[in-house]
């Protein structure tokens, strides 16, 4: 299966975007997207960082969009 | 229902539960592991490898059944219903033990380090033995990727900010991920089998769910059908004295959202059944400590007024109800939520 590596590589570097923009959104960005999240201790962070790096552009855009209404 | 989140709002109900998984989840293992040393001892017997994959890969599916089988359980028998409680942990216990069988395999196909293991696992190394087999680990990686896009996005955090749209759409996925599995082990481990019993065991558990869930929904069906279909502002929503106290009746109004009439005492309550949390039926849950409380999570709200109590903020809405000689009456108009509304009083003969 001649794809099975390029696919690897393409999930991985998928991954590696996630975890990139992930970290800074479970740090700062989660507070200005959802404001429950402002107060909230380092395990919930930790507990949605999976699914951030999964989900990354549709994060990243909700970041993008609040911080320009907070702007 | 919380004002900051946690990465688990833990009760009593919840840690019961999760001992409970944990608990059936390791004894499994070890029964496995040592039925398996017992029933096939060396030197012919199965390699400590094989038998912790297979005992992993065996548990996962084990625990995805039972997943898939506790909605339409809860909806048969409200026995069932204390499992819908807390089944996301259920869902991440699942993934998580498919995890470790994926672990293993790519560590013991790929030789432990001797080569890339993910690739040599996904090229179909044990197809290669077999020409012609079905590359079922593929299979079986694209059934593990929806089960984390699952587990991962579980918390309620979720939920709230993908909206209940997409998470319930992203979540429904669990189907296409069952399938995926039942053709990884059908093309892949059973494969193997000279025995009937597993075939047997897996078409046993296949057949289960599916009956199990078109009966619910066959069920579901009829009740719709035998739901009034008046025109009139009013519906009849049945005889006013059928109701348990605690519990409700889910009457269905014809182009409208399902209604939960709820009993306390000699009061009857018309709410939403549909929670805001994770779209669970109101209508199968009790009112505990004065309050209308979810099934699935124990979200809470006031009977009088569908508001959470206070700090918590949720709402749902409320409708207008009425007894009428011996019948109950429901005005199927949605009123906003959190709109406090006077309660139908039964008749002390109909208590």
Redesign the interface.
Same mark, same amino acid.
């Given at each position: 299966m001649p794809w099975v590596a390029p696919l690897l590589t393409a999930l991985g570097l998928y991954l590696a975007a996630g975890l990139l923009v992930g970290i800074p959104f479970v740090a700062r960005g989660v507070n200005r997207v959802d404001p429950a999240a402002a107060q909230s201790a380092l395990g919930f962070r930790l507990l949605i960082l999976p699914g951030c790096a999964a989900l990354w552009p549709l994060l990243l855009a909700k970041w993008l969009r609040a911080a320009r209404r907070t702007s | 229902m +919380?004002? $900051?989140? $946690? @990465?688990v709002q833990w009760n009593r109900h919840k840690k019961v539960y999760d001992l409970i998984l944990a608990g059936g989840v390791v004894g499994y293992l070890l029964l496995f592991y040592s039925g398996g040393k017992l029933l096939f001892p060396a030197p012919h017997g199965f390699s400590d490898e094989i038998l912790l994959i297979r005992a992993f890969g065996t548990c996962a599916l084990i625990l995805l059944h039972l997943l898939l089988a506790i909605g339409p359980l809860a909806r048969f028998d409200p026995r069932f219903a204390p499992l819908l409680y807390n089944r996301r942990h259920l869902g991440v216990s699942c993934f998580l033990v498919a995890l470790v069988h994926v672990i293993l395999v790519t560590g013991f196909y790929g030789g432990f380090g001797v080569q890339p293991a @993910?690739?040599a696992v &996904? =090229?179909?190394y044990p197809a290669a033995l077999r020409p012609g087999a079905m590359?079922f680990e $593929?299979l079986g990686f694209f059934a593990l990727l929806i089960f %984390? &896009?699952m =587990? +991962? !996005?579980s918390?309620d %955090?979720?939920l !709230?900010?993908?909206g209940s749209g997409l998470w319930k759409a992203l979540h429904m996925l669990v189907y296409a991920g069952y399938a995926l599995t039942l053709m990884h082990v059908a093309l892949g481990a059973l494969q193997d089998q000279t025995s009937a019993v597993f075939p047997a065991l897996l078409l046993l558990g296949a057949g289960g769910l599916g009956s199990l869930h078109l009966v619910a929904g066959l069920r579901e069906a009829r009740r719709r059908s035998l739901t009034s279909t008046a025109d009139a502002a009013w519906l009849d929503a049945g005889p006013a004295n059928g109701i348990s106290d605690g519990c409700a009746r889910v009457v269905d109004p014809p182009g409208a959202e399902r209604v939960a009439i709820f009993r306390h005492g000699r009061l009857l309550h018309a709410v939403s059944n549909v929670c805001p949390h994770q779209n669970g039926p109101l209508g199968e849950g009790r009112i505990v400590d004065g309050c209308i409380t979810c099934p699935w999570h124990g979200y809470q709200f006031q009977p009088h007024n569908g508001q959470s109590p206070p700090p918590f903020t949720d709402k749902i809405a409320t409708y207008r109800l009425k007894v009428d000689g011996d019948r109950l009456l429901l005005d199927p108009r949605a009123l906003p939520p959190g709109t406090p509304v006077e309660p139908a009083l039964l008749p002390q003969e109909a208590v």
């Amino acid at each position: 299966m001649p794809w099975v590596a390029p696919l690897l590589t393409a999930l991985g570097l998928y991954l590696a975007a996630g975890l990139l923009v992930g970290i800074p959104f479970v740090a700062r960005g989660v507070n200005r997207v959802d404001p429950a999240a402002a107060q909230s201790a380092l395990g919930f962070r930790l507990l949605i960082l999976p699914g951030c790096a999964a989900l990354w552009p549709l994060l990243l855009a909700k970041w993008l969009r609040a911080a320009r209404r907070t702007s | 229902m +919380s004002q $900051v989140y $946690v @990465p688990v709002q833990w009760n009593r109900h919840k840690k019961v539960y999760d001992l409970i998984l944990a608990g059936g989840v390791v004894g499994y293992l070890l029964l496995f592991y040592s039925g398996g040393k017992l029933l096939f001892p060396a030197p012919h017997g199965f390699s400590d490898e094989i038998l912790l994959i297979r005992a992993f890969g065996t548990c996962a599916l084990i625990l995805l059944h039972l997943l898939l089988a506790i909605g339409p359980l809860a909806r048969f028998d409200p026995r069932f219903a204390p499992l819908l409680y807390n089944r996301r942990h259920l869902g991440v216990s699942c993934f998580l033990v498919a995890l470790v069988h994926v672990i293993l395999v790519t560590g013991f196909y790929g030789g432990f380090g001797v080569q890339p293991a @993910p690739e040599a696992v &996904l =090229a179909g190394y044990p197809a290669a033995l077999r020409p012609g087999a079905m590359p079922f680990e $593929v299979l079986g990686f694209f059934a593990l990727l929806i089960f %984390f &896009l699952m =587990a +991962s !996005t579980s918390h309620d %955090f979720w939920l !709230t900010n993908l909206g209940s749209g997409l998470w319930k759409a992203l979540h429904m996925l669990v189907y296409a991920g069952y399938a995926l599995t039942l053709m990884h082990v059908a093309l892949g481990a059973l494969q193997d089998q000279t025995s009937a019993v597993f075939p047997a065991l897996l078409l046993l558990g296949a057949g289960g769910l599916g009956s199990l869930h078109l009966v619910a929904g066959l069920r579901e069906a009829r009740r719709r059908s035998l739901t009034s279909t008046a025109d009139a502002a009013w519906l009849d929503a049945g005889p006013a004295n059928g109701i348990s106290d605690g519990c409700a009746r889910v009457v269905d109004p014809p182009g409208a959202e399902r209604v939960a009439i709820f009993r306390h005492g000699r009061l009857l309550h018309a709410v939403s059944n549909v929670c805001p949390h994770q779209n669970g039926p109101l209508g199968e849950g009790r009112i505990v400590d004065g309050c209308i409380t979810c099934p699935w999570h124990g979200y809470q709200f006031q009977p009088h007024n569908g508001q959470s109590p206070p700090p918590f903020t949720d709402k749902i809405a409320t409708y207008r109800l009425k007894v009428d000689g011996d019948r109950l009456l429901l005005d199927p108009r949605a009123l906003p939520p959190g709109t406090p509304v006077e309660p139908a009083l039964l008749p002390q003969e109909a208590v």
